[in-house]
């Protein structure tokens, strides 16, 4: 029976950089600029971001932890069929190019919610605000909980100690940094997050035996998935469930959902705004195919021999954490970055 391997010292030192990094851009923005004094820059940014920046935050907002351990194992049992999600980012992104942003941003909201009540009446306002914070209390915490286990496993650090750090770290920096600080920490830690999948992938093809091999094993294993047009609601994922059902998702989380409604508003001008949704577009393919990629680079190494027989292995969360300690123990410094990987997705929830 294989043995998991531990961080070293070279891992504990790149994670930390990650957490004291996130820490340092919030009190550079709490002691710049306006020092967060004003409403509309604590929680808009002096609407004066640019549409880089903005782009990566809003691909950032909701590519967690959760995403970036699920979809591996997900690809890894069943295929690439789930890639097809990606074609519901198209609708999923004009759409509220073109039909949200124009209206918030011209009636200079401060929340989607203020359009509830402008359109509606101030119980519908609050209604809306109440279902958004169950929803994303909800959410947080599936985000928070996925990375801490992770560390948990590969670390020994204690699972409850792991989610309180997080939550503090990102609750410190965005009290202090407001708006701008979460942007920026958004940019640098989406950065981290595809640098820490990026060196996985590279490292598990090396592992394999090269490209021609990794190629070989996937096919013969048959999880390169074509477009499945079964109409069956009830079969595991088809073209129509991800790339149409997809768009409802997309327009959810991107269309009204307050975290991007409030990033949308922060830009310098409208064009911007629309601009960082289109920028989004090729952000959200990039993390989507890195993730699908870490589940097939998974399957090269370890075929139908799933990991998940081994004693210690106890969740499905775990088998991405269990490849990157497996695979990559002779490389010290991987492992910690690519749980910085981790961290830096949860980083946003916390």
Known sequence: MRTISYF????????????????????????????????????????????LPLSLSLMASFQSAVAI???????YANGTQYWFIGCSYIL??????????????????????????????????ICGTITFIFQMVIYMGVGVYTP???????????????????????TVYTTLGGL????????????????????VIIVGVQQVGGLSDFWRKIRE??????????PDPTVRHTFWTLALGGVFLMLSLYGVNQAQVQRYLSS????????????????LQIALGLSCLMGLVMFA?????????????????????????????????LPGLFVACLFSASLRYG
């Open 180 to 199: 701008k600080a979460v942007i920026w920490t958004d940019v640098f830690q989406t950065l981290v997050m595809f640098a820490g999948q990026l060196a």
């Open 92 to 125: 999923g992104l004009l759409i509220p190019a073109h039909i949200f942003i124009p209206v918030f941003y011209r009636l200079q909201l401060n929340s989607a919610y203020q359009y509830l009540e402008l359109r509606f009446c101030k119980t519908v306002r």
């Open 69 to 75: 351990v699920g979809t591996p194992a997900e690809v």
């Open 148 to 170: 801490a286990l992770a560390l948990n496993a590969v670390t020994g650090f204690h699972l409850w100690g792991a989610v309180l750090a997080t939550g503090l770290i990102c």
């Open 221 to 230: 294993g048959d999880r390169i998935s074509s477009i499945d047009l079964n």
């Open 8 to 51: 070293t010292t070279v891992d504990f030192v790149l994670f930390a950089l990650l957490l004291v990094a996130s820490m340092v851009i919030g009190l550079y923005y709490a002691l710049s600029g306006g020092r967060q004094r004003t409403t509309q820059e604590f929680l808009l940014a002096d609407r004066s971001m640019k549409c």
């Open 268 to 283: 310098r001008t409208e064009k911007e705004a629309i601009m960082s949704c289109y920028m989004a577009f090729p952000c």
């Open 301 to 333: 190494c370890y075929g139908d021999n799933s990991t998940l027989n081994e004693q210690f292995f106890t969740s499905k969360d775990q088998m991405v954490l269990y490849f990157v300690m497996d695979m990559l123990q002779n490389f010290p410094g």
